[in-house]
């Protein structure tokens, strides 16, 4: 699994300072390049953009697929992290109060795949899932 090659993801922000403010200070990530309507973020060693996109008035509700027993939102993104980085990520998220739309937990305990994961939105509402396994190896396992 080593020199995985960085992912890029541009999505919309309704409020590009909130969204600065949270992408920065609650998950941490550096900020890069940035213009009047985007900015830059390394996401863990990945190009993460927002763009700022006014708030439609009939904006959509999170579609929901149901996954192990859970609403899952789709879409969403995030990254997989080594199992100590995912404790300590929903540490840092508990303090800041963020709100989960599945809380942290084992998904698939004891099947192959198992993993922590947790989802939570971002001020625009976008779903992000982070995830870790203990044994990498059963990152595709079927």
Known sequence: MNNIQPFHIAIPVY?????????????????????TLWIDFNLYGHQLVIHHKPKPADAPELHHNPVDGHDVPIPHYGVVLEWDAWHELEAKLRKHDIQFVIEPGIRFKGKPGEQATMFFLDPSGNALEFKAFKDIGQLFAV
């Open 15 to 35: 409020d590009l300072e909130a969204a600065r403010k949270f992408y920065r200070e609650v998950l941490e990530c550096p900020e890069g390049r940035s213009d």
